[in-house]
């Protein structure tokens, strides 16, 4: 499955053939006016808004995110018109509005509040979700509710995010700043276990090769405009 910039979710079923299986809904921008001037209207128009953010789930699902929407994807019934449907769709806007202490600075981002990556565990029962406002949230699937599991600079976005293969409360997160965090995420501790930089390259993409491998891709702009490159950083134990 992809997304492209228009909110359409695409399912592949070839190499070269795709089914658009539904599209995440337009946003309204951020608009901010000068102190002291008056205006008798502001006209806005809702944005096509791109899929920023697209993780496998449990059981044949996967998740995209776009706007201020997670959709849930499921293999549909045999007999259905699209190969997968969207039974559940989390505001991620409202479920950050209602658990972060910086919401009332969201307004101020200099984009609207979006997904920018997420993660969901091997168990099925929950995902993790890095916003651009730089907060990353846990949400239960079942039912949508949220528990903030870090906070930092204000528009400063987690540009990628994995979780272990194997071990569903290991997750690792990556700013665009060239930090790498690890964290353990059972519920007792949901604590920072491993630190370490990219040397202020930027992170695109990161993904456990093994138990112990973990790749990062760097995006083009920080490699002298070639097509990226991928770092593999052995992890031991934490």
């Keep these: 499955a992809s997304g492209n910039s228009e909110g359409e979710v695409l399912v592949w079923t070839a190499p070269a053939a795709f089914v658009v299986v539904g599209q995440h809904q337009p946003v309204m921008p951020n608009v901010s006016m000068a102190s002291g001037t008056v205006s008798a209207s502001v006209s806005t128009v809702a944005k096509a808004v791109p899929v920023g953010a697209i993780t496998v789930g449990a059981g044949g699902s996967f998740v995209t995110g776009g706007g201020n929407e997670l959709k849930i994807w499921t293999p549909a019934a045999a007999d259905s018109e699209f190969p997968y449907e969207s039974l559940k769709v989390v505001d991620i806007k409202a479920v950050a509005d209602a658990t972060c202490s910086n919401a ?17 565990d091997t168990s099925g029962k929950r995902m993790l979700v890095g916003l651009s406002s730089n907060a990353i949230i846990e949400v239960a699937i079942d039912n949508g509710t ?6 930092g600079e204000i528009d400063c976005s987690v540009t990628a995010m994995c979780t272990h293969p194997t071990e569903p409360y290991t997750v690792v997160t990556a700013l665009p700043t060239g930090v790498v965090k690890v964290w353990d995420m059972v519920r007792q501790r949901r604590e920072v276990v491993g630190l370490f930089t990219t040397e202020n390259k930027k992170p695109s993409a990161v993904a456990f090769v093994n138990d112990n491998t973990l790749a990062i891709g760097i995006d083009r702009s920080d490699t002298g405009g070639k097509c990226g490159s991928v770092v593999l950083v052995e992890l031991g134990a934490y």
């Excluded at 509040?113 to 969901?120: E, F």
């Excluded at 949220?146 to 906070?151: L, S």
Aim: proline share 4%; net charge negative; no cysteine.
């Design 104 to 120: 009332s600075a969201f307004d101020n981002l200099s984009e609207s509040l979006r997904p920018t990556s997420i993660s969901a």
């Design 146 to 151: 949220g528990h903030v599991v870090d906070e």
